[in-house]
């Protein structure tokens, strides 16, 4: 009886490891080109028209902080360059932007000390990189908890290096002091709506955003968020700049440094005609702490075998960490998770009937018909069928809490506020031509070297030499290889034996319309 009892036991762990053994994972798709590999992962907001002024700013200075730019500024800069380039590796994730296996390019240069501080950051530098993502920021004044806008210029583009003609996102932020002490932070950026929705092909859609926001230090402020959604498939008109956007609304917030208080207006283009205009969607009060998050159906990303995106529909499931079963459906690339009616005070469930009308799918304020579980990100489903598929999570999304509009007593939106155009940034192209770059200075994964594929969380002091060849460790794109030392187009093959260059340039020229002239909507109430 023992025995029988014992093999029946070691059978059943049999099994349950079977099943885990043939579990499908990503690093089982050796080819890095696949979309299970390259699609976009972004943290978003729920209230994202809010976030456009604040959430994309800290991202952007977050990475910039890491670069540790202010210690490489100017290394061994003489009369001929004005600063070399260094490589950098960085936890992108604690950022809230996507990760990748590679190495980022920075250079950092100031003329005087008293000068502006500009760095470029180059993402997609290597040439196995399938994207190009760059930042440049000029800095007069670091940001601070006093003004967390800082006064300078940033600048992002990025791209799919497949298609040289066709950009992601782009953006431009502008803080600067005005006359009675505050300072006005202004905002444009474009992106195509594929950065959102990777099952989405370039150029369906493409949104817009405008923000001027006026602030006083001691965080407090107010201002305007400008929203335009461009989808000919709609609105039968074209796509941005010139086009008339399918929906497009102006958001009015006010702010303290602990609530936001904000008012939509929308207006909604369908088919040639105008079928709303400056609708007074909500006033909403929401707190800037404690946020809670969840991920959209939209969230996800479901991957085959060959790690191509799945286009197929069906039921799956996968053993979650409590031992219970989590049923799914997966209609083609998205995953559909239980849902249910959860408050945005705290996303606790409410006892009220999912998608009707006291639940929306987007509401403002809650409740809201929400996922009630999250699929955790590389997880593999089963499909009906036995099939395995990846699910990643592309887009998480956060929800700053909706609170009492009492909190918001003291704050006063204003009139909506005139905003730039798309000439604001069409003039400030960014450099793509890739700086010769030395060796890692800086590794944000030293500790956690499985991480780091490529440089195993290895960095080296600037101005020593490891290699011992005469080239300091910041000039030398092979530190350890005395040998070799440089690589213009970072293939891993030295000049000296490279025969083509593989360097990466963007047409700026097929994203450039000065005449163009963008559609105001009734929302904007500007003439």
């Given at each position: 009886?023992?025995?029988?009892?014992?093999?029946?036991?070691?059978?059943?762990?049999?099994?349950?490891?079977?099943?885990?053994?043939?579990?499908?994972?990503?690093?089982?798709?050796?080819?890095?080109?696949?979309?299970?590999?390259?699609?976009?992962?972004?943290?978003?907001?729920?209230?994202?028209?809010?976030?456009?002024?604040?959430?994309?700013?800290?991202?952007?200075?977050?990475?910039?902080?890491?670069?540790?730019?202010?210690?490489?500024?100017?290394?061994?800069?003489?009369?001929?360059?004005?600063?070399?380039?260094?490589?950098?590796?960085?936890?992108?994730?604690?950022?809230?932007?996507?990760?990748?296996?590679?190495?980022?390019?920075?250079r950092a240069t100031q003329d005087l000390p008293d000068s502006p501080v500009t760095v470029e950051y180059w993402n997609g530098a290597m040439a196995a990189d399938p994207g190009a993502y760059f930042l440049k920021a000029v800095v007069s004044e670091e940001a601070s908890d006093a003004n967390p806008f800082g006064i300078m210029t940033l600048d992002t583009e990025a791209y799919a290096k497949a298609d040289p003609s066709k950009m992601w996102l782009r953006w431009r932020s502008q803080s600067s002091r005005l006359d009675d002490g505050t300072i006005q932070y202004k905002v444009v950026e474009y992106l195509d709506s594929h950065v959102i929705d990777q099952s989405q092909d370039l150029g369906v859609s493409e949104e817009?955003?405008?923000?001027?926001?006026?602030?006083?230090?001691?965080?407090?402020?107010?201002?305007?968020?400008?929203?335009?959604?461009?989808?000919?498939?709609?609105?039968?008109?074209?796509?941005?700049?010139?086009?008339?956007?399918?929906?497009?609304?102006?958001?009015?917030i006010a702010f303290d440094k602990d609530f936001i208080k904000f008012e939509n207006y929308a207006d909604a283009y369908y088919y040639g005609t105008q079928q709303y205009s400056n609708v007074k969607n909500y006033t909403s009060c929401i707190s800037r702490s404690n946020p809670w998050g969840y991920v959209p159906r939209w969230g996800y990303g479901v991957y085959d075998e060959n790690g191509d995106r799945n286009s197929a529909s069906f039921s799956a499931s996968y053993v979650g960490v409590d031992g219970n079963t989590v049923n799914l459906e997966i209609p083609g690339f998205q995953a559909t998770p239980p849902v249910a009616c959860r408050s945005l005070f705290d996303g606790s469930v409410v006892d009220k009937p999912t998608y009707s009308d006291e639940c929306l799918q987007q509401a403002y304020p809650g409740p809201a018909t929400l996922p009630v579980v999250d699929v955790p990100d590389l997880t593999t489903i089963t499909s009906s069928e036995g099939q395995k598929y990846i699910v990643r999570q592309l887009k998480p999304r956060i929800v700053y809490p909706e609170v009492d509009m009492a909190n918001c007593a003291s704050l006063t939106v204003r009139d909506t506020l005139a905003v730039e155009n798309h000439t604001f940034f069409?003039?400030?192209?960014?450099?793509?031509?890739?700086?010769?770059?030395?060796?890692?200075?800086?590794?944000?994964?030293?500790?956690?070297?499985?991480?780091?594929?490529?440089?195993?969380?290895?960095?080296?002091?600037?101005?020593?030499?490891?290699?011992?060849?005469?080239?300091?460790?910041?000039?030398?794109?092979?530190?350890?290889?005395?040998?070799?030392?440089?690589?213009?187009?970072?293939?891993?093959?030295?000049?000296?034996?490279?025969?083509?260059?593989?360097?990466?340039?963007?047409?700026?020229?097929?994203?450039?319309?000065?005449?163009?002239?963008?559609?105001?909507?009734p929302s904007m109430r500007q003439p």
């Open positions: 009886m023992k025995r029988s009892l014992t093999n029946g036991f070691s059978f059943a762990v049999l099994i349950l490891f079977s099943s885990f053994l043939n579990a499908l994972t990503r690093e089982d798709i050796t080819d890095k080109t696949k979309p299970v590999w390259t699609d976009i992962k972004a943290t978003l907001v729920y209230q994202f028209r809010v976030n456009i002024p604040f959430g994309q700013l800290n991202r952007y200075l977050c990475l910039f902080n890491k670069t540790e730019y202010q210690k490489f500024a100017n290394l061994q800069r003489d009369d001929e360059v004005a600063a070399y380039a260094y490589l950098t590796r960085l936890d992108q994730t604690q950022c809230g932007i996507s990760f990748d296996d590679n190495a980022h390019l920075v817009y955003y405008a923000v001027n926001i006026v602030y006083s230090e001691g965080d407090s402020g107010y201002g305007t968020i400008i929203n335009k959604l461009f989808r000919p498939s709609l609105s039968s008109s074209g796509l941005y700049p010139a086009g008339i956007p399918a929906i497009s609304g102006a958001t009015n069409e003039s400030h192209s960014l450099d793509t031509a890739l700086p010769k770059g030395g060796a890692v200075l800086v590794n944000d994964f030293s500790s956690d070297t499985t991480r780091d594929p490529n440089y195993s969380g290895v960095s080296y002091l600037p101005l020593e030499d490891a290699d011992g060849d005469g080239i300091p460790n910041f000039k030398d794109a092979f530190p350890e290889d005395p040998a070799r030392s440089a690589d213009e187009d970072f293939d891993g093959i030295d000049d000296s034996e490279d025969s083509t260059s593989d360097r990466y340039l963007f047409d700026h020229t097929q994203f450039i319309s000065p005449n163009a002239v963008e559609y105001i909507t």
